[in-house]
């Protein structure tokens, strides 16, 4: 149980161009979700917290309009790198918190996506 | 706020040998603890974690982890470890008042193993 994938796992893409990633929770309803980047060699920064139905928040020095968060619903959060540039190459890693934890506050981490921009 | 901090960013050990992996925090408030354990370009998986009751915290794949209040610390340690540990371990804490839930991570310590 508590499963989370992330779609796609590692892509490509042209500076300039935008790109989505997607979070799901595939067996459990996720009130919030997570966004990390993780660089080489280094620990995951925490990008932006996504709540279900609300707007995203996010941390201080994250670009609101360059990443934006979708979290339409209890199981699915997208983000969305746009005019994405070389520097935004990075390991992007995503949480859920199931809804049913009550005061637990763990997390269960997808995959990640790994984002090369060229 | 809180911070964590892992004082080694690798520990070399050789298999079937006994290994601690430090963790160390930082915070005005009470805390929950958790250590993940991360395998190249994966995501993160959690090893164990501390909310409250007994200090000393058994895991996932042997691993066990003590929390000491005092000394403000949660180090890892495995008895015997084996090839297959080797990856990269991140310590976390999350305040237990904090409604967002944050996780805030240490730098990571990569344990090698070596046969």
């Known amino acids: 149980g508590a499963v989370v994938s992330q779609h796609p796992s590692w892509v490509i893409c042209k500076s300039g161009t935008s790109v989505k990633i997607e979070c799901r929770s595939l067996?459990?309803?996720?009130?919030?979700m997570f966004w990390y980047r993780q660089f080489p060699k280094q620990s995951l920064m925490l990008m932006a917290t996504?709540?279900?139905?609300?707007?995203?928040?996010?941390e201080q020095g994250v670009e609101k309009d360059k990443f934006l968060i979708n979290h339409a619903s209890l199981t699915l959060s997208t983000l969305t790198v746009t005019s994405a540039h070389p520097e935004d190459s990075s390991f992007y890693i995503c949480?859920?918190?199931?809804?049913?934890?009550?005061?637990?506050?763990?997390?269960?981490f997808g995959p990640g996506t790994r984002l090369t921009v060229t | 706020a809180q911070s964590v901090t892992q004082l080694d960013s690798q520990v070399p050990v050789f298999e079937e040998a006994p290994v601690e992996l430090r963790c160390n925090y930082s915070?005005?408030?009470?805390?929950?603890l958790f250590w993940y354990v991360q395998y190249p370009n994966q995501g993160l998986q959690l090893l164990l974690k501390?909310?409250?009751?007994?200090?000393l915290v058994k895991g996932i794949n042997g691993f066990e982890a003590e929390f000491n209040k005092s000394q403000t610390s949660f180090h890892l340690r495995k008895p015997s470890v084996h090839i297959s540990d080797t990856a990269e371990y991140f310590c976390?804490?999350?305040?237990?008042?904090?409604?967002?839930?944050?996780?805030?991570f240490g730098s990571g310590t990569r344990l090698l193993v070596r046969p």
């Open positions: 949480s859920a918190r199931d809804r049913s934890g009550g005061s637990s506050y763990e997390q269960y």
């Open positions: 067996d459990f309803q996720a009130t919030t």
């Open positions: 996504s709540n279900e139905g609300s707007k995203a928040t996010y």
């Open positions: 915070s005005s408030v009470s805390v929950y």
């Open positions: 501390y909310l409250s009751g007994s200090t």
């Open positions: 976390a804490v999350s305040g237990r008042m904090d409604s967002s839930y944050k996780l805030i």
